[in-house]
C-alpha cells in the first residue's frame, strides 16, 4: 500500500507530470481509456454495485475523477461485514444504489495515479467546505489551470491540448463532490475512534489553512504540501509541521500516523495505523488554544458562487460545526446548550445536567396513572432520549468521556439558543419542569405531611431571616382536600425550650403525636375556614374561638396581634402567605388585623426568603423518592422546542447509523418549518404527546427534519412534501416504510426506513412518483399464458417467486426553490423516480405504491384483522369489509346463523386463481385469489398493482389460519366474493 501511495506522490513531482487537478483532470481526457486499477482497491471495486462500477469506469465519474488514500480496502470490508448478506435493506426495491458510495475513488483508481492524486483533493475539500463552496472551488480551479495553460508558448503535446478542450459542468462537479461525501461520512464512521482522536487535536489548534490570497493558490498549495508531508510518513520518514493543512488530508484521507503533540505538552499519541511504515512520526508543532472561538480556519474568496456580484469572501473553522453526530452525540451537544443556564457553583455543571436528567427519566417511569383516568399514560419523548444520552455520558471515562464532554462543552458554547423561542433561551425552572417553585415542590409531596412540615423548616432555618419575623410565621396545612381542616406548626424552635411545636383538634392529639417529635398542642375550639370576602375580591381565612377567648398556648402565640369583635366571639389574625399552597402546604407570617378577617393575599415584595426557589439539590433529592399519584398535576409543562427534541429522537431511533450535521445547531429550531408545521398540528397538546413513537410522525415532516439536520441548512417546507416517497442524501436513502416491507402491517404511510446507499446525485434528492405510472397492456398473442383455473383452497403457495420491485430514476430533476437568492447551485432537488415491477427480466409496470395503499378519497385496499375470522358472516354472507385501511374486527364476532356452503356448489365456484402476472392485468370479472404466501415483495407488488388497475383489493394476513378459514372456500366467497374483487393471500 505504500508503495502505491509513493507513486501518487512521485508522479506529482515528477518534472514530466504535472500536479494539479488540472493536470489530472484536465491533461488528458479519462473517458478515453481505462487504467487497471491497483490491487489495493480491488476489494473496493469487488463491493461496488454493478451500477456504480459502469459508472465510475464510463461514465461522468470516470471524466472528473482521481483517489483516495489507502484505507479504501479496510473500509469496503467493514462495511460490508455490517451490512451483511440477508439485510432486508439488500432485498428492498433500491437494488444497486445500496452500499457504501466510492464511485469516485473507483473512477480514480481506473484513471491512472494522476487523478488518484486529485481524489484527495476532492477529499480535502469536501471534508472542509460546504456542496455549494466545494463546487465553485473546483470551477475556478478548472478555470484557472485552463488560463494557465494556455498562457505557454509552445510545446504543447496532444494531451495538453485535449484538456483545454476539455468541458466539466457544474453538473459533473457537483456529482463528484456528492460521491466524495458519502465516501467521508462511511468512512468516519468505520473509523470514529481514530477519527475522534484526530478531532480532537486538530479543534485545540488556532491557526489559519494556506494563507495565500488566490483561490486556486491556496487550495493547490494546501492540497500538495499535505501529500508531501502523508508521502513521507508512509515510507517511514518522520515529518514536523507547524502548518495546519497536512491534518486537515489526514483527516481527509483517514491515515493515522503516531504523533507527538505540543499542545500543553508534549503528548504521545499512538494510533498503530498498519498503513504507517515504522519511523513515520509526526510532530505537530503549532499552537493550542483551548478557548480560541476560532480554530483552524480557512478563508477563499468565491468567484463562481453566485451569478451576480463580486467575489464572495467564505471563511470556514474546522471545527464540530462540519462535522456529522449520531443522534446520542446531538443529545449531549443540547444537553451542554441546557447547561448554559445552570449554576455553576460545584464547578461541573455538565455532570450535574446529566444526574438530573437520568434521575428525572427515572422517577417518571414510576409515576403511576391509575388515579387520572384523563391522563394519557406516555412519558415525555425528550425526557426518555436527554436521559439515555446523560446515562452513557456518566459512565464514559477517559478519551470516550473527553469527547463527550467536548460535544456538550461545544453546545454550552455554540448552541444554548438552539432551543430558544422568542423568549429566549430554556430556563432552569422551565427543565425543572417548576419543581424550584416552592408551591410546585411542596404540592409534589402533598401525601406526605411531614417531608412538607421538615422541608419548611429545613428551607427556613437556611433563610437566615429576621429574629423577630420568624417568631410571626406558622407551618400551616390542611388535612383534607376540600376541608376547613387546617393545622399549625412552629417552622423553627422555642429558644427557651428547643422544642417544636403543632397544634391539632383534641381527637387526633393521640394519632399526631405518634407522628412526629413535636409537642402537640390542643387546638379544640378552634375553627379554620376560607371565607370569601364581600369587602375585597379573593378567598381568606377566618379564625373563629370559644366564648371565654384565646387562653391557651397556641391562642397566647397570638396575643399581641389579635383584636376581638364587639358582636362575636371570632378572633382575628391577618395572615400573610410568604410560600406554598394553602390547599397542601404553605408557610404564612401574622400580623395585626386591618379588615375584619383574616387575609390569606399573595406575598409582599419583599417578604419571600430566598424568593422561595427551591435549591437544585433538593429538587434532586426529591428525585430520589417515589413520585405521588398526582404529580403531573403540579409539574409545568416544558416548551415545545424541547418537546421537538423528542421528536427528533423518536424519527432517528429507528434510522441506523443515520448522522446529523452540526450545523444545524446554528440558528433556533422553532424558526425551520418541519418546527411550526408540527407546532401547528399539535396544537392543544405538547408535540410529544400528539407524536408518542416514530410511526406517529407524518411522513413529510419527517422529511423535513431530516434534510434540515442532514444538510444543516435545507429548510424545507413540508406542505410541499406530500408526495415524496423518499429522499437521498449523503450516504443515506430514506424510504417510506410501506416501500420496504409487508404492505399488511400499515395503515397509514408514516414511518421512515433508511438504508446505505445513494441515487448518484449531488445533494438531497426527493424522490417522487409520476403523475400517471405505466403499466404494460395485455396483448392478444398471450392467450396461451392465461388459464384463470378454479381456486382450490390452496394458500400455502408462492406463484409470484420471480417478483421483484426496482427504484428507476427518470430525467425529471428540477431544483426545490422558495426563494431566488442567485447562488449556482442548488443543494435540493425533486427527483421522479418509478417503482419498476418486473417478473424476472422481464418488465410488468411502474406503480405508485404509496398513492394506491393509501389512497384519502377513493380507498381500494383493505386487510382483513388478524384476529381469526371464525363465524364472521351473518346469514346473508354479506361483505363483511369496509374499503378502508383497516376494517372493524368485531364484525368478525358475529355468530352466522347458516352453516358455510358445500365448496363445491353455488358461488363457490367462482373465485379464480392468478398464478402469473398475465392472468392479473387481463383479470376476469369473477374475484380472484393471488396466491403469494410469505413472499412480502410479491405481496405488496401485486396489491398496489392492483389497486392501480382499479380493483377493489383485500390484503390477507401473513399468519394462517389454524381453522382454515382463508382455504374454506365457501367462506372467502361469502367474504370477498363480488364480482371484480381481488384477494391477496
Known amino acids: 500500500m505504500s508503495s502505491t501511495v509513493g507513486r501518487f506522490t512521485a508522479s506529482i513531482f515528477s518534472p514530466t507530470q504535472e500536479t494539479t487537478l488540472a493536470l489530472a483532470s484536465l491533461n488528458f481526457d479519462f473517458s478515453l481509456f481505462k487504467v487497471q486499477a491497483p490491487d489495493e482497491y480491488l476489494t473496493l471495486g469487488s463491493c461496488l454495485s454493478e451500477e456504480r462500477r459502469n459508472l465510475a469506469e464510463a461514465g461522468s465519474h470516470h471524466v472528473t475523477a482521481q483517489p483516495m488514500a489507502s484505507e479504501s480496502q479496510e473500509i469496503a470490508k467493514s462495511v460490508t461485514a455490517t451490512l451483511g448478506p440477508d439485510s432486508p435493506a439488500l432485498k428492498s426495491v433500491l437494488g444497486d444504489k445500496l452500499g457504501i458510495d466510492g464511485t469516485s475513488i473507483w473512477a480514480a483508481a481506473t484513471s491512472g ?19 455549494q463552496e466545494a463546487i465553485s472551488i473546483w470551477a475556478e480551479i478548472v478555470e484557472s489551470r485552463k488560463q494557465e495553460m494556455s498562457e505557454k508558448n509552445a510545446g504543447f503535446e496532444y494531451s495538453e491540448l485535449a484538456a483545454m478542450n476539455t468541458i466539466l459542468s457544474r453538473e459533473q462537479l457537483a456529482e463528484w463532490d456528492s460521491s466524495a461525501r458519502a465516501w467521508l461520512r462511511t468512512a468516519d464512521k468505520c473509523k470514529m475512534k481514530e477519527q475522534t482522536q484526530l478531532r480532537l487535536i486538530i479543534d485545540n489548534l488556532d491557526a489559519t489553512v494556506s494563507p495565500s490570497s488566490g483561490t486556486y493558490e491556496s487550495v493547490v ?46 503528548h504521545e499519541i499512538q494510533q498503530r495505523d498498519p498503513l504507517m511504515r515504522q519511523g513515520g512520526l509526526l510532530t505537530v508543532g503549532l499552537d493550542s488554544s483551548p478557548t480560541s472561538s476560532q480554530g483552524v480556519s480557512w478563508a477563499l474568496p ?67 396513572f391509575v388515579d387520572h383516568p384523563n391522563q394519557i399514560a406516555v412519558k415525555p419523548l425528550w425526557a426518555k432520549h ?9 459512565t464514559l471515562d477517559k478519551e470516550p468521556r473527553q469527547s463527550a464532554v467536548r460535544l456538550m462543552e461545544f453546545g454550552l458554547r455554540r448552541c444554548s439558543g438552539f432551543l430558544s423561542t422568542e423568549e429566549g433561551p430554556i430556563t432552569l425552572e422551565q427543565q425543572l419542569l417548576g419543581f424550584s417553585k416552592m408551591e410546585n415542590f411542596l404540592s409534589v409531596m402533598k401525601h406526605d405531611t411531614e417531608a412538607q412540615i421538615q422541608y419548611i423548616r429545613d428551607f427556613i432555618s437556611r433563610s437566615r431571616l429576621p429574629l423577630m419575623r420568624s417568631k410571626q410565621m406558622l407551618i400551616i396545612w390542611r388535612t383534607k382536600m376540600g376541608s376547613s ?73 397570638f ?65 430520589d423518592k417515589e413520585p405521588s399519584r398526582h404529580v403531573y398535576e403540579y409539574m409545568v409543562a416544558p416548551p415545545n ?13 429507528t434510522l441506523a447509523e443515520a448522522t446529523i450535521s452540526l450545523e444545524s445547531v446554528k440558528a433556533r429550531m422553532d424558526s425551520s418549518s418541519w418546527y411550526k408545521t408540527l407546532k401547528s398540528r399539535s396544537t392543544k397538546i405538547h408535540m410529544d404527546i400528539v407524536f408518542q413513537k416514530h410511526h406517529f410522525i407524518p411522513n413529510e415532516i419527517a422529511f423535513a427534519c431530516l434534510a434540515m439536520l442532514e444538510t444543516g441548512d435545507q429548510d424545507l417546507d413540508p406542505n410541499m412534501l406530500n408526495d415524496v416517497m423518499g429522499m437521498a442524501c449523503g450516504d443515506s436513502i430514506y424510504l417510506s416504510n410501506s416501500l420496504v416491507l409487508d404492505p399488511y402491517n400499515f395503515s397509514d404511510r408514516r414511518g421512515i426506513f433508511r438504508a446505505l446507499g445513494n441515487v448518484g446525485k449531488p445533494g438531497v434528492s426527493l424522490l417522487i412518483p409520476p403523475p400517471e405510472p405505466i403499466v404494460r397492456k395485455p396483448t392478444d398473442d398471450e392467450w396461451n399464458l392465461i388459464t384463470h383455473s378454479k381456486w382450490n383452497g390452496k394458500e400455502n403457495l408462492d406463484l409470484f417467486g420471480k417478483a421483484s420491485l426496482q427504484l428507476v430514476l427518470t430525467e425529471y430533476r428540477v431544483p426545490y426553490v422558495t426563494q431566488h437568492r442567485g447562488v449556482r447551485d442548488s443543494q435540493t432537488f425533486f ?88 392472468e392479473l392485468l387481463d383479470k376476469p370479472s369473477e374475484p380472484v385469489v393471488v396466491i403469494t404466501k410469505g413472499n412480502w415483495i410479491a405481496r405488496l407488488a401485486t396489491a398496489a398493482m392492483s389497486s392501480q388497475l382499479g380493483y377493489t383489493t383485500t390484503i390477507l394476513p401473513e399468519n394462517h389460519c389454524d381453522k382454515d378459514c382463508f382455504s374454506d372456500l365457501g367462506f372467502m366467497t361469502n367474504a370477498f366474493g363480488q364480482d371484480g374483487a381481488v384477494i391477496i393471500l
Not at 436527554?386 to 456518566?394: H, R, V
Not at 422546542?641 to 432517528?652: D, N
Open 831 to 918: 427527483q421522479e423516480a418509478t417503482i419498476s415491477v418486473y417478473d424476472g427480466a422481464t418488465w410488468v409496470g411502474d406503480v405508485d405504491i404509496i398513492k394506491e395503499l393509501f389512497r384519502d378519497f377513493t380507498p381500494r385496499i383493505s386487510r382483513v384483522p388478524v384476529e381469526c375470522p371464525h363465524g364472521a358472516l351473518n346469514s346473508a354472507g354479506e361483505q363483511m369489509f369496509s374499503t378502508t385501511s383497516t376494517t372493524n374486527s368485531s364484525k368478525w364476532r358475529k355468530k352466522r346463523k347458516n352453516k358455510r356452503p358445500n365448496p363445491t356448489e353455488g358461488p363457490a365456484s367462482r373465485i379464480r386463481t392468478i398464478e402469473n402476472w398475465h
Open 641 to 653: 422546542t424541547l418537546c421537538a427534541v423528542g421528536v427528533i429522537g423518536e424519527i432517528y431511533s
Open 113 to 131: 495515479n494522476e487523478a488518484l492524486c486529485v481524489q484527495l483533493l476532492a477529499c480535502m475539500l469536501a471534508r472542509f467546505w460546504s456542496p
Open 485 to 557: 381542616s387546617y393545622r399549625w406548626a412552629t417552622p423553627l424552635p422555642d429558644p427557651a425550650t428547643k422544642n417544636y411545636y403543632r397544634w391539632c383538634g383534641q381527637s387526633s392529639l393521640s394519632s399526631e403525636q405518634k407522628k412526629t417529635e413535636d409537642i402537640v398542642l390542643d387546638m379544640e375550639g378552634w375553627a379554620v375556614f376560607p371565607f370569601i370576602s364581600t369587602v375585597t375580591t379573593g378567598k381568606s381565612l377566618r379564625i373563629s374561638t370559644p366564648d371565654h377567648g384565646p387562653a391557651d398556648k397556641f391562642c397566647r402565640i
Open 559 to 623: 396575643a399581641s396581634h389579635i383584636s376581638r369583635q364587639d358582636v362575636s366571639s371570632v378572633w382575628e389574625v391577618d395572615f400573610q402567605l410568604l410560600f406554598g399552597d394553602m390547599k397542601s402546604c404553605g408557610m404564612a407570617l401574622y400580623e395585626r388585623q386591618t379588615r375584619g378577617m383574616t387575609n390569606l393575599a399573595a406575598p409582599k415584595e419583599g417578604m419571600n426568603p430566598m424568593g422561595a426557589t427551591v435549591d437544585l439539590e433538593d429538587v434532586l433529592d426529591l428525585l
Open 221 to 266: 498549495e494546501a492540497w500538495i504540501s499535505s501529500m508531501k508531508v502523508v508521502d513521507n510518513l508512509v515510507e517511514g520518514i518522520p515529518q514536523s509541521i507547524h502548518e495546519v493543512a497536512a491534518l486537515i488530508g489526514i483527516s481527509s484521507w483517514h491515515l493515522y500516523p503516531d504523533m507527538v503533540v505540543y499542545q500543553a505538552g508534549p
Open 386 to 394: 436527554l436521559a439515555y444520552a446523560a446515562s452513557k455520558f456518566l
Open 302 to 368: 468565491l468567484a463562481k458562487l453566485r451569478y451576480y456580484g463580486n467575489p464572495v469572501v467564505v471563511r470556514r473553522s474546522f471545527d464540530l460545526h462540519n462535522q456529522h453526530v449520531s443522534f446520542e452525540q446531538l443529545a449531549l451537544v443540547i444537553l451542554g446548550g441546557l447547561a448554559k443556564v445552570w449554576p455553576e457553583d460545584d464547578g461541573d455543571r455538565l455532570t450535574t445536567i446529566c444526574t438530573y436528567y437520568k434521575k428525572l427519566w427515572n422517577w417518571m417511569q414510576k409515576i403511576s
